[in-house]
C-alpha cells in the first residue's frame, strides 16, 4: 500500500522545501515562478504554498501548460 503522501494532489511542505530550498512561503513562491512552475500560488487561509503534483509533474518531464503562462498579446492598431 502507498503512503497517502504520495496519493497526496498537491506538494506537501517538506516537499517544497526540498525542491526550493527555502522555509519561508514567498520565498519558495518566487523560487517556483523562477524555475518554471507558473501555477504554484499562496493559499488564502493559511499563506502557505501550493503546487499540484500533476504540474509538478508536467514540468519536470520537461512539457509545458500554456494555460496559465504569461503571453503577449499582438499589437493592433486601429487604421483612420
Known amino acids: 500500500m ?3 503522501e504520495a496519493l497526496s494532489t498537491v506538494l506537501t511542505r517538506q516537499e517544497l522545501q526540498q525542491i526550493t530550498g527555502y ?3 514567498s520565498e ?3 523560487e517556483l515562478v523562477r524555475q518554471g512552475f507558473y501555477r504554484a500560488r499562496r493559499s488564502r487561509v ?3 504554498v501550493i503546487l499540484e503534483r500533476p504540474h509538478y509533474d508536467a514540468v519536470c518531464a520537461g512539457s ?3 494555460a496559465n503562462e504569461p503571453r503577449l498579446r499582438p499589437v493592433t492598431r486601429k487604421r483612420a
Open 2 to 4: 502507498m503512503p497517502t
Open 28 to 30: 519558495q513562491l518566487a
Open 64 to 66: 509545458r501548460m500554456p
Open 23 to 25: 522555509k519561508r512561503a
Open 46 to 48: 493559511d499563506g502557505s
